[in-house]
């Protein structure tokens, strides 16, 4: 039982990473108003769509037009239509004391929901410059602006609930690096000592690496399917990554086409090195220094700052670790087959 | 050899077609049951079911065909045994 502590405890973390990374809510957020574009000087009334909101009349939420913490517009009535939706009206200035401004920031407040700003922005026309003759207007305030409290996801555009594949889709890319860089350790090893064991067990991670490369891809093509309306876009780190797996794929081809298990052991090991070596600049410089639809297209492959919340790194840590040690687990009991195997060539059985 | 090589090739070509009906399947099956508004309804949420039922049927894949090598050597061992 001792010596499977690291099994345990890899299923404890996914586990974890299934039930936190499923349950948790994803924070309230508002993803329409109507009208989208507002005169200035008008008395307009703005409807609010909320997503994963809980309004109601009895609370009912303060709503604010904004530009800065210093020029807030408070609605002059709010109605709560169903706990989806809010209907505020506003008495638009014509002039904003500092600039001419072609947009507003819309939010709610209120104790259920906390502290929400709408993801689009309120498009305004004929708003002139007005010097601080026209600050009277902007003297609105709001009391509370603290986002919902409690453990929640962050509510993104487009995203919505699959956000939650950070831990399932991202943290097995983490996992099947980790998978290779121990295959590549093994590879050199073995060219340093000739041991056999070694080689058999680069040949472990690195398929159990492929085995998630290719679920990788496989998930980030549904994953894409609704979030990009294309599966298969031949975006840059999609393309990439397929040539990354091809490359590997042809390792195992390697593999198959020698008869003399030292010339394969050898060579399959050059290769393995020059397979890692590949996944530097086609997984990681190239999607730098391109445009790319995945997160974080210019600068860091992977995450632009701030895509990542705090609360989803608290899942997302514990899930990588997860995966790394099932692809561990896996990899061991690929290991312990080619043992046996090796021994039963050698006629031990 | 050339049969093992031929059965190695198999063995890759039956798991790459597996993989291929997998994705298919998973998001296939999920498109077909309401069309795509289905995925899409609740905040995308069926979106990461259909990334977990990929994942798991990743792993059942590899089960299956650690599952079928260990076969193969339990009676490569099996004859080994009567011979001696």
């Known amino acids: 039982m001792v010596k499977h502590w690291w099994k345990i405890l890899g299923v404890a973390l996914l586990i974890f990473a299934f039930t936190a990374g499923l349950l948790t809510p994803i924070r309230p957020g508002i993803n ?44 002059l009535g709010v109605s709560v239509l169903n706990s989806r939706q809010v209907q ?20 709610t407040s209120d104790p259920a929901n906390g502290f929400i700003t709408a993801l689009p922005r309120l498009r305004i026309s004929g708003m002139e410059k007005g010097g601080e003759a026209a600050a009277s207007a902007w003297t ?7 986002s919902k409290g409690g453990f929640t996801f962050p509510y993104l555009p487009n995203i919505y609930e699959s956000v939650r594949n950070t831990f399932y889709h991202v943290a097995l890319w983490f996992a099947m690096f980790t998978l290779f860089t121990l295959g590549v350790i093994a590879s050199i090893r073995y060219l340093l000592t000739r041991n056999v064991m070694f080689e058999q067990r680069a040949v472990s991670y690195t398929s159990v690496g492929i085995l998630f490369g290719i679920l990788g ?58 397979a890692f070596a590949s996944i530097i600049p086609l997984l990681y410089v190239i999607p730098r220094i391109t445009e790319s639809l995945h997160p974080g297209g210019q600068g860091n492959p ?12 608290m899942i997302f840590y514990p899930a990588i670790i997860g995966w790394i040690l099932l692809g561990l687990w896996m990899a061991q009991l ?14 031990e059985y | 050899m050339l049969r093992q090589l031929i059965s190695a090739n198999m063995n890759s070509l039956l798991r790459h077609f597996l993989i291929l009906t997998a994705m298919l399947v998973s998001s296939g099956l999920f498109a077909q049951s309401g069309g795509e508004d289905f995925m899409r309804s ?14 798991f049927i990743g792993i059942v894949l590899f089960l299956i065909f650690l599952d079928k090598r260990l076969t193969k050597l339990e009676n490569q061992i099996k004859e080994n045994g009567k011979a001696r």
């Open chain 1, 140 to 146: 609105g305030t709001i009391e509370n602006t603290d």
């Open chain 1, 217 to 274: 891809l496989i998930t980030g093509a549904i994953w894409a399917q609704y979030t990009w309306n294309k599966a298969w876009s031949w975006d840059i780190k999609q393309t990439m990554t397929a040539i990354v797996l091809l490359i590997y794929g042809a390792y195992f081809v390697l593999r198959i086409s020698f008869e003399d298990s030292d010339q394969k052991a050898r060579i399959s090991a050059v290769y393995n090195i020059f």
């Open chain 2, 42 to 55: 609740m905040g995308k949420m069926y979106v990461v079911v259909a990334v977990i039922v990929a994942i």
């Open chain 1, 88 to 107: 505020a009206t506003f008495q638009l200035p014509t002039a904003f004391p500092l600039d001419e401004i072609n947009e507003l920031k819309v939010s």
């Open chain 1, 334 to 347: 690929n290991f312990r087959m080619m043992k046996i195997k090796e021994r039963l060539l050698e006629n």
């Open chain 1, 32 to 75: 329409d108003i109507q009208p989208t574009a507002v005169v200035a000087g008008q008395t307009v009334s703005l409807t609010l769509t909320g997503y994963n909101t809980d309004f109601n009349q009895e609370q009912a939420p303060k709503v604010i037009l904004w530009k800065d913490g210093d020029h807030i517009i408070n609605a």
């Open chain 1, 302 to 313: 992977a995450f632009s700052r701030g895509d990542l919340d705090n609360n989803v790194r």
